[in-house]
């Protein structure tokens, strides 16, 4: 067979060959990946109706969606071959770990809970394995489980593989060592069945031999109908002697003693303690495993609808804002891991660009008004898997669902968590379905920051108030995206910020706690009210409560550069930046903090990068200009500021930076051409008078920019309250107006 291509599988190898068919490593041609093909025996399906039916059988397998479970791609005919097409494990089967010996308890229990959770997905999607074995059961390069196969017993035993055609180890729809007394006597099979294999599996894993060790086969049947096996602590005696009741009671003869379901084997796992200590040479930090920082990547949406992405990406997010409440690590923002969608990059290398220990990724599935979320943890330093679980919920309490990833994952890489952060992870209310759903809505249209965007996200948070006005982050939504289209001069000062102040306020009276809502209430404060006393004290209070909450921390740098603490401000936005590395945003605020700091070449190298993150990021083009233009660099100032042309056409803060480089140039008529297009685009929408103010200054008209300046002060301008550091008013401090101006605003 190797080297023959079926149908678009080009063979390569083979890599496993049993009862059921060989298996081998084939070169899928359309999409250009590496499959497992698996090619049936000879004879087994005899006709077309048969066929057809196994591969509908197949294919409602191939519907099991868990990161332990090997996934089933197709099954197809070509030149006469029936085969099956899987998911290509690159690893070694754990019948080759067991081999070199038995395995260290930490790592058998880490092997066995995978393999319960497997089975745990599979029970409640109606589908058992029927031929659990360890030749079965996948260990991947990075450590973690595939149990492999699931449900084919199933397909083939009725279609020609019987009771009858033993072979070696082999016994129709099962494997001897492996089977449950109820299979060897012809009963009907259940979850209980494959619990038993899983006993048996791991009673191998811990002293490395079988349960049931006789080599004829008619006596092997008989040893697991009648004889107890014997004790793993008296085959090992370091085996702890929880696990050896774990092991004993999935080995009940009687499926009524047996285990009940997959979850409590996997519960009882999880619950033995022989996971918590960590091993003796772990470096311990903040937390027992030495994992100090963690990213969530997006979460893929499997539920085969494109229109629910922002459900997905919504869920991404909620995950990192739980897991944001546990002081001890620190956890990478959205917008960073929101550059991972859709790639196919190394975790490793994931985790290296955004400097963290460990990676989180998985799936949300979302049917109606029922969600699933699948989680696994990776230890990347190791690349290791460490954990992974599905949890499914109704939409309603999916905030809970949440806090309960949240915590497994805290449990799993042993961080001590406050009593406090324990009970906001626990403290996740109802919300209702709608009213969710219109949320989250409202978030992915917030992130994206244009102007139409913004707007539509207010809708969409209105909208989740109407359903369920008691959720308090729906109000931070609206306050940020008036703070937004405040701060990028979308809408009029006294039309933005105090409706971003009402919003936040109604959040705390909700939840006096959201550090979100302290955050966008100094924000207000900060540019629209000018109490710089209010907003320091409500960005500490954000911080305080929330100190991996990276908007916090960029805004607080805000505050710190309107006051002149120059330091301070980059010591904010550093943060900003180690909490979402690849965000233009944080990017960009440290190259403009040095811009107002006057350290203007520092700058540069920043805006590039700022630039190279988000090239579309209008904000970075202009800072940058300006920047530009203070270094007398006037030719490139005006390419940043005509690359924003490029990107949306007519930008009043562009067109305004344009005209003050042509008024220093002395192309007076340039500048005034550009200054009358902004008086009639001012009687359209709001134009800030800060950028007709700037125009004048660099014309040495002071008369005129003063009169535009006191404009500003009444229209509360959210640029006014940089003027103290901006570079662009640099000709006007000498004058008594400009101080007078500072006082009014109580600026140093």
């Not at 041609?29 to 005899?46: F, M, Q, Y």
């Not at 406050?418 to 709608?434: C, F, V």
């Not at 990068?609 to 233009?629: C, N, R």
Request: glycine share 6%; with cysteine; aromatic share 8%.
């Amino acid at each position: 067979m190797i080297g023959r291509t079926l149908s678009h599988y080009r063979i390569l190898e083979q890599i496993g060959a049993g009862g059921m068919g060989v298996v081998f490593r084939a070169r899928d041609e359309r999409l250009e990946r590496d499959v497992a093909l698996k090619v049936l025996p000879v004879g087994v399906i005899s006709d077309a109706a048969t066929r057809a039916r196994f591969r509908r059988e197949a294919l409602a397998l191939s519907r099991l969606n868990h990161p332990h479970i090997g996934v089933i791609h197709d099954f197809d005919t070509a030149e006469g071959t029936d085969f099956l097409v899987m998911e290509y494990v690159s690893g070694r089967t754990l019948a080759a770990r067991i081999a070199e010996g038995p395995l260290p308890t930490l790592e058998a229990v880490r092997i066995a809970r995978e393999i319960a959770e497997a089975l745990e997905e599979a029970h409640e999607r109606g589908t058992i394995h029927r031929d659990l074995k360890p030749e079965n059961i996948l260990l991947s390069q990075k450590g973690w489980v595939k149990v492999m196969d699931f449900g084919l017993a199933k397909l083939l035993d009725p279609v020609g593989v019987t009771t009858a055609t033993v072979s070696g180890d082999d016994l129709g729809a099962g494997t001897l060592p492996y089977m449950a007394p109820e299979q060897l006597l012809g009963n009907p099979s259940d979850a209980r069945t494959d619990l038993f294999a899983l006993g048996a599996v791991f009673y191998e894993m811990l002293t490395g031999v079988r349960p049931f060790a006789e080599r004829l086969p008619t006596a092997l049947v008989n040893e697991i109908l009648t004889r107890e096996p014997r004790k793993p602590r008296a085959v090992r005696p370091d085996v702890p002697p929880r696990l050896e009741q774990i092991v004993m009671k999935a080995l009940e003869k009687d499926p009524t003693q047996r285990y009940q379901s997959a979850q409590i084997f996997a519960s009882d796992l999880r619950s033995s303690h022989v996971e918590a200590a960590p091993p003796a040479s772990a470096e311990v930090k903040g937390t027992g495993t030495g994992i100090e920082s963690i990213a969530v990547l997006p979460l893929e949406n499997m539920s085969g609808d494109p229109e629910q992405e922002y459900f997905a990406d919504g869920m991404t997010e909620e995950l990192i804002a739980s897991l944001v409440q546990i002081g001890a690590l620190r956890v990478i923002s959205r917008t960073s891991v929101m550059r991972y969608k859709g790639a196919r990059k190394p975790l490793p290398e994931i985790a290296r660009e955004l400097n963290v220990d460990a990676i989180v990724e998985g799936s949300v599935r979302r049917a109606g008004d029922r969600v699933r979320i699948t989680a696994q943890l990776i230890d990347a330093a190791k690349d290791r898997h460490l954990w992974a679980k599905s949890y499914e919920r109704d939409l309603k309490d999916v905030l809970a669902l949440q806090g309960e990833v949240a915590q497994a994952i805290a449990q799993e890489i042993q961080v001590k968590l406050t009593l406090p952060e324990q009970a906001k992870l626990r403290s996740a209310r109802l919300i209702a379905p709608a009213a969710y759903e219109a949320f989250l809505k409202g978030r992915y249209h917030l992130s994206k920051r244009t102007e139409a965007d913004l707007k539509r996200s207010i809708a969409y948070f209105n909208q989740a108030i109407e359903e369920d006005p008691s959720y308090a982050l729906t109000y931070v939504g609206v306050a940020e995206a008036y703070n937004l289209l405040g701060f990028y001069a979308l809408s009029a000062p006294r039309d933005a910020f105090p409706k971003a102040k009402a919003a936040a306020a109604r959040a705390l009276e909700i939840q006096p706690d959201l550090g979100e809502a302290h955050n966008s209430l100094a924000y207000a404060a900060l540019y629209y009210d000018w109490d710089w006393a209010a907003a320091e004290a409500a960005f500490q209070r954000a911080i305080a409560l929330k100190d991996g909450y990276s908007t916090a921390h960029l805004w607080y740098g805000n505050l710190k550069c309107v006051r002149g603490d120059h330091e301070g401000t980059l010591r904010e936005f550093r943060r900003s930046v180690e909490l979402d590395p690849l965000s233009s945003v944080a990017n960009a605020a440290v190259a403009w903090a040095r811009y107002y700091s006057r350290r203007l070449e520092e700058a540069i190298p920043h805006f590039l990068k700022a630039l190279e993150l988000d090239p579309t990021f209008i904000p970075t083009h202009v800072w940058f200009g300006w920047t530009l233009t203070s270094l007398g660099r006037m030719p490139e100032a005006i390419e940043q500021f005509e690359a924003v042309r490029g990107l949306v056409g007519r930008s009043a803060l562009a067109e305004s930076s344009l005209a003050m480089v042509y008024a220093l140039r002395g192309e007076q008529a340039k500048a005034d051409e550009l200054l009358d297009g902004l008086l009639h685009l001012r009687e359209e929408r709001y134009v800030s008078s800060t950028y007709f103010a700037f125009v004048h200054a660099a014309r040495g008209d002071k008369d005129q920019a003063f009169e535009w300046l006191d404009r500003a002060f009444e229209e509360r301008s959210h640029w006014l309250a940089l003027i103290a550091v901006d570079p662009k008013y640099d000709s006007l401090r000498d004058d008594p107006r400009f101080h007078r101006l500072l006082q009014r605003m109580n600026l140093p």
